[in-house]
């Protein structure tokens, strides 16, 4: 049971909803609720189906299918977690909607790479190994659910708040999106480290 909460926290801290929320700021002020939750739902569906098959398949899908080695995938997705971050430190919340792009299909804009990420990725491949199949796949399955819950209470509070004290959200949007750099920042050089090291161990 607690390696069962560890995963499903390790993939809950890495989805970070509150980060996700900075992403999707346009979004957020853009639709209504319905509009909103129905994308939100479609890309969490995609991105439960993505995690599953990589919480399943483990490293064979980076060996057999890509023909590439996990560590290379660790190393590759911390630098461009490192660029995000920095993208974050630099130029604030002018970045987000650059980096998630635009899209017809919102519900995939959504899901990659705002959801399915490097860090998600790794820790879906991480969770696999360290569980029963079973387990692996209800873990993802809670951590998905909650972090698209915590997105849709924050919206909620948004359309709240956003009407009577624009100053308090705008505030929000800088302080939050400087600390979740350094938070990004911190995951990425971590992920690098781990695919460097797991690397050196295999020559």
């Known amino acids: 049971?607690?390696?069962?909460?560890?995963?499903?926290?390790?993939?809950?801290?890495?989805?970070?909803?509150?980060?996700?929320?900075?992403?999707?700021?346009?979004?957020?002020?853009?639709?209504?609720?319905?509009?909103?939750?129905?994308?939100?739902?479609?890309?969490?569906?995609?991105?439960?189906?993505?995690?599953?098959?990589?919480?399943?398949?483990?490293?064979?899908?980076?060996?057999?299918?890509?023909?590439?080695?996990?560590?290379?995938?660790?190393?590759?997705?911390?630098?461009?977690?490192?660029?995000?971050?920095?993208?974050?430190?630099f130029k604030g919340s002018d970045s987000i909607e650059l980096l998630r792009g635009d899209s017809e299909h919102l519900a995939g804009a959504i899901a990659m790479p705002v959801l399915i990420g490097p860090g998600t990725i790794s820790a879906s491949v991480v969770v696999g190994n360290r569980l029963e199949p079973l387990s692996a796949c209800m873990a993802i399955l809670v951590a998905v659910t909650l972090?698209?819950?915590?997105?849709?209470?924050?919206?909620?509070?948004?359309?709240?708040?956003?009407?009577?004290?624009?100053?308090?959200?705008?505030?929000?949007?800088?302080v939050m999106g400087r600390i979740t750099a350094f938070y990004v920042g911190t995951i990425a050089v971590d992920m690098m480290m781990r695919g460097f090291s797991g690397w050196i161990e295999k020559i």
Request: no cysteine; aromatic share 14%.
């Open 1 to 89: 049971m607690l390696e069962f909460l560890r995963a499903t926290t390790l993939i809950l801290v890495l989805l970070n909803p509150f980060l996700v929320v900075l992403y999707l700021l346009d979004v957020i002020q853009k639709r209504e609720m319905k509009s909103f939750t129905k994308a939100l739902a479609k890309a969490g569906f995609i991105s439960i189906l993505i995690f599953w098959i990589f919480a399943l398949l483990g490293d064979s899908v980076f060996s057999e299918l890509m023909q590439a080695q996990f560590e290379s995938f660790q190393i590759f997705g911390g630098l461009v977690f490192l660029l995000i971050g920095l993208n974050f430190v």
């Open 147 to 174: 972090s698209l819950l915590v997105m849709i209470g924050l919206k909620k509070v948004h359309d709240y708040v956003r009407p009577r004290n624009e100053q308090l959200v705008q505030r929000y949007i800088e």
